[in-house]
């Protein structure tokens, strides 16, 4: 692939679609960058974009609607002795959920001993200090499966990361 094929960080204030199908991308601080063939907008849930496509007013906070749920990610490597591997079936679907009131947790295995969790706790959005997420969690998930604290147990504190979650309201009239 040439150099300048694929751009990624950059980000753009609005794009150009011309007759020949080319585009356009006007990036933040005035750049204009001419004659791309495909412009991927994978730039999440307050895509400029998408609003641009749609002629949306605006792509920011507001045009979503809180979830209730905020979550916390990260992946752990295990060790191939881990409790975490030792329950039955794991490997029949790949994933796991554990589920109570107001949270729930989720492991997939993504290979060679790595394992993606997802932690999903009712909170007001912007709930955020505290010193240890990790421990956070452990609190929270405290005598539930010895998977989900394996997991923990394997998360380096710095790779946690922690997002509020923000839903679209679904639309059959619009596509890409």
Known sequence: MQ???VLNSKAITSYTEHSDGKVDIHIEGGETIKGFDVLVGADGIWSS?????WNEPSARPGTCTYSGYTLFAAESVMHP???FFQSEGYFDAGYKVY???GKYFVTSDVGSGRIQWYAFLALPPGTKARSSNVQYLRDQFEGWSQEIHACLDNTPEQIVEQRDLYDRRPSVLKSW
């Open 99 to 101: 589920i109570g009131p």
């Open 49 to 53: 974009i998408r609003a641009q496509m």
């Open 3 to 5: 150099e300048g094929t």
């Open 81 to 83: 002795n881990s409790t």
